[in-house]
């Protein structure tokens, strides 16, 4: 059962991801060209600063999926409704702190982008836009957590796939109308709401949570531990953007973002498929099934390393050509940054590799031991950053990334193998070079092809194909030749998940 949800998640997962990445590519494009780079820089600026600000609700979301999976597997509905409310209550707690906060950052971003726009635009943006985080954190959030730890992650994914395709619409069709950005952003932060509203009452109906409990805040005791680990991996995963708007501009900051999109698509649609997976996991920690809990994740490990590989291997040669036609008809900034892109994509690589090792820490409930070491992956990414940005711009932004990234994947790997599944830790440094021998065999390859060159989206996806191609059979001969006994177990546990 736990293999045929993991895999209905996983489709239902692909199937959401790929309705982001098409519309996370339409929409900044089409801002792109109707209003231009200074336009899309600034979106994609106040985006990043409410990100910050929502950190409060950070280390609640973690710690309420942890706390869910012993009551979901025994049907405890009313520690549930009590796990809920606690977690609800307290997000409502931190709401007013983001509201202030919101109003704050209104009045004082706007001063550091006064040369492009003036005060009144963009605090009215920012205040516009912070409606759309509002309601994901501090309307649904709450109930989100309980699909997600019941293995029932189609459900969200259906939410926001529908959420996704109809504020994308409504903003294209304001964009063509003429509107001005106030109005494509309010639509958004509208959609949002409405979607938020529909989740929690989507939710009590189908879990039928009760309503005459109390909270309990001891249920998410470690939500101030979690909120830590939070913080630290946001400034390493989001810090970047606010260190170009604040020493470059808003130009640079378009630069990054157009790069961003296509590095956070493929880690979005790798951990699509992951996610749902986790919670099994969840689920054999809670019932203490240790020796099909690590002959489990030695198959997902695999799946992980295949899939990554396959993905970044496609991503290193096809991101220049896409970036080339993506921006083609934008001459007010050079948009082709060959170094930026590759250290970029390997920050993205040890972000997702890390996945399967930060998943069990996180299902196990080990948040203050990985408190610490966040931290310090924070401080690596800050520093480097800060200090290589003067010389060498976005592209030292991107260096520190991949430092602090790298460090963090390191030290998730050895926790796991030394306190939750005890192995040792060159099984993972000889699936990581493999992986990466893998990488430029792929990309050694795709230099003897003579492939046309991509003037246009249709000329570049046919070339994407050709390289997939060359990637799935670089993955499947490594896989075949060194991990021989994990692929049949793969593929005993994909043929029954399919028939059931």
Same mark, same amino acid.
């Given at each position: 059962?736990?293999?045929?949800?993991?895999?209905?998640?996983?489709? =239902?997962? /692909?199937?959401?991801?790929?309705?982001?990445?098409?519309?996370?590519?339409?929409?900044?494009?089409?801002?792109?060209?109707?209003?231009?780079?200074?336009?899309?820089?600034?979106?994609?600026?106040?985006?990043?600063?409410?990100?910050?600000?929502?950190?409060?609700?950070?280390?609640?979301?973690?710690?309420?999926?942890?706390? $869910?999976?012993?009551?979901?597997?025994?049907?405890?509905?009313?520690?549930?409704?009590?796990?809920?409310?606690?977690?609800?209550?307290?997000?409502?707690?931190?709401?007013?702190?983001?509201?202030? #906060?919101?109003?704050?950052?209104?009045?004082?971003?706007?001063?550091?982008?006064?040369?492009?726009?003036?005060?009144?635009?963009?605090?009215?943006?920012?205040?516009?836009?912070?409606?759309?985080?509002?309601?994901?954190?501090?309307?649904?959030?709450?109930?989100?957590?309980?699909?997600? #730890?019941?293995?029932?992650?189609?459900?969200?994914?259906?939410?926001?796939?529908?959420?996704?395709?109809?504020?994308?619409?409504?903003?294209?069709?304001?964009?063509?109308?003429?509107?001005?950005? *106030?109005?494509?952003?309010?639509?958004?932060?509208?959609?949002?709401?409405?979607?938020?509203?529909?989740?929690?009452?989507?939710?009590?109906?189908?879990?039928? /949570?009760?309503?005459?409990?109390?909270?309990?805040?001891?249920?998410?005791?470690?939500?101030?531990?979690?909120?830590?680990?939070?913080?630290?991996?946001?400034?390493?995963?989001?810090?970047?953007?606010?260190?170009?708007?604040?020493?470059?501009?808003?130009?640079?900051?378009?630069?990054?973002?157009?790069?961003?999109?296509?590095?956070?698509?493929?880690?979005?649609?790798?951990?699509?498929?992951?996610?749902?997976?986790?919670?099994?996991?969840?689920?054999? $920690?809670?019932?203490?099934?240790?020796?099909?809990?690590?002959?489990?994740?030695?198959?997902?490990?695999?799946?992980?390393?295949?899939?990554?590989?396959? /993905?970044?291997?496609?991503? #290193?040669?096809?991101?220049?050509?896409?970036?080339?036609?993506?921006?083609?008809?934008?001459?007010?900034?050079?948009?082709?940054?060959?170094?930026?892109?590759?250290?970029?994509?390997?920050?993205?690589?040890?972000?997702?590799?890390?996945?399967?090792?930060?998943?069990?820490?996180?299902?196990?409930? *080990?948040?203050?031991?990985?408190?610490?070491?966040?931290?310090?992956?924070?401080?690596?990414?800050?520093?480097?950053?800060?200090?290589?940005?003067?010389?060498?711009?976005?592209?030292?932004?991107?260096?520190?990334? $991949?430092?602090?990234?790298?460090?963090?994947?390191?030290?998730?790997?050895?926790?796991?193998?030394?306190?939750?599944?005890?192995?040792?830790?060159?099984?993972?440094?000889?699936?990581?070079?493999?992986?990466?021998?893998?990488?430029?065999?792929?990309?050694?390859?795709?230099?003897?092809?003579?492939?046309?060159?991509?003037?246009?989206?249709?000329? =570049? +996806?046919?070339?994407?194909?050709?390289?997939?191609?060359?990637?799935? /059979?670089?993955?499947?001969? +490594?896989?075949?030749?060194?991990?021989?006994?994990?692929?049949?177990?793969?593929?005993?546990?994909?043929?029954?998940?399919?028939?059931?």
């Amino acid at each position: 059962m736990r293999a045929k949800k993991a895999f209905v998640n996983m489709l =239902w997962g /692909l199937a959401y991801e790929a309705v982001t990445m098409i519309c996370g590519f339409i929409l900044p494009r089409l801002i792109l060209m109707y209003f231009g780079s200074q336009y899309n820089g600034v979106t994609s600026a106040i985006t990043q600063f409410l990100g910050v600000i929502a950190l409060v609700q950070a280390g609640i979301s973690g710690v309420t999926i942890a706390a $869910l999976y012993k009551p979901l597997a025994e049907g405890n509905t009313y520690q549930i409704s009590v796990i809920v409310k606690s977690t609800e209550s307290f997000l409502r707690r931190v709401a007013l702190f983001f509201i202030g #906060a919101v109003m704050i950052s209104a009045c004082v971003y706007p001063f550091l982008v006064i040369e492009e726009f003036d005060w009144f635009f963009t605090a009215s943006l920012f205040v516009i836009m912070s409606l759309s985080t509002y309601a994901f954190y501090f309307i649904g959030y709450a109930y989100q957590q309980l699909p997600n #730890a019941d293995q029932q992650m189609r459900i969200m994914h259906i939410i926001n796939t529908v959420k996704t395709i109809t504020y994308t619409a409504m903003s294209a069709l304001l964009i063509f109308l003429g509107f001005g950005i *106030h109005a494509v952003k309010l639509s958004t932060s509208v959609v949002y709401i409405l979607a938020a509203l529909f989740t929690v009452r989507y939710i009590k109906r189908k879990y039928k /949570l009760e309503k005459n409990v109390k909270k309990d805040y001891s249920t998410i005791k470690q939500r101030w531990d979690n909120f830590s680990l939070h913080i630290a991996s946001f400034i390493s995963a989001n810090s970047a953007i606010v260190w170009i708007s604040v020493f470059m501009n808003v130009y640079a900051v378009s630069v990054y973002t157009v790069y961003n999109l296509v590095t956070s698509g493929v880690i979005y649609t790798f951990r699509s498929i992951t996610n749902g997976i986790n919670a099994a996991f969840g689920n054999m $920690l809670a019932k203490d099934e240790q020796d099909l809990l690590r002959k489990n994740f030695n198959i997902y490990e695999q799946v992980v390393f295949a899939l990554v590989t396959f /993905l970044f291997g496609v991503t #290193a040669v096809m991101i220049l050509p896409f970036v080339s036609v993506y921006t083609a008809e934008v001459t007010d900034v050079n948009y082709i940054e060959p170094i930026f892109a590759y250290i970029i994509i390997g920050a993205a690589f040890f972000s997702c590799i890390r996945v399967p090792y930060e998943g069990l820490v996180t299902a196990a409930g *080990h948040f203050r031991q990985m408190r610490n070491p966040a931290f310090i992956e924070a401080i690596i990414n800050t520093i480097v950053s800060i200090a290589l940005i003067f010389k060498l711009g976005i592209v030292g932004v991107a260096i520190g990334t $991949l430092a602090a990234y790298t460090y963090r994947t390191l030290l998730y790997t050895v926790y796991m193998s030394r306190n939750i599944i005890k192995r040792s830790f060159l099984l993972f440094i000889k699936r990581l070079i493999m992986s990466l021998v893998c990488i430029l065999v792929i990309i050694a390859v795709s230099t003897l092809i003579p492939l046309s060159e991509a003037n246009d989206f249709f000329t =570049w +996806a046919f070339n994407a194909i050709i390289i997939s191609l060359v990637a799935v /059979l670089t993955v499947l001969f +490594a896989e075949v030749v060194f991990y021989r006994n994990d692929l049949i177990g793969l593929t005993k546990l994909l043929k029954t998940a399919i028939k059931k």
